[in-house]
């Protein structure tokens, strides 16, 4: 059974940092791509940033130099830094495995920015 599991959200002030983790179980991540997105009340889901099973990474232009994704294969996880917070970001994260013809949703991660 393939699960991906979201943690790291919570409350930051505008400015601040928070790095999110997306934990696979099921599949391995380097052979996947494994892309975040985020979803604000009233809004569709929007994409974050991905990492494809080659290490390239691509970015909203929203988010650029502000969050980077990488991947520890050891731990079979992807992350998601987020610096320089700013209210907009406050959404529900979540982390999507895409690959072999499948794709996979973690449950999300609450994140606000807000002083």
């Known amino acids: 059974q393939v699960q991906l599991v979201e943690s790291g959200g919570g409350l930051v002030q505008p400015g601040g940092s928070l790095r999110l983790s997306c934990a696979a179980s099921?599949?391995?991540?380097?052979?996947?791509?494994i892309g975040w997105y985020r979803q604000a009340p009233g809004n569709q889901r929007e994409f974050i940033a991905t990492i494809t099973s080659g290490g390239s990474r691509n970015y909203a232009d929203s988010v650029k130099g502000r969050f980077t994704i990488s991947r520890d294969n050891a731990l079979n996880t992807v992350y998601l830094q987020m610096n320089s917070l700013k209210p907009e970001d406050t959404a529900v994260y979540y982390c999507?495995?895409?690959?072999?013809?499948?794709?996979?949703w973690g449950q999300g991660t609450q994140v606000t920015v807000s002083s």
């Open positions: 999507k495995g895409t690959g072999w013809g499948r794709t996979y």
């Open positions: 099921g599949i391995i991540v380097s052979s996947y791509a």
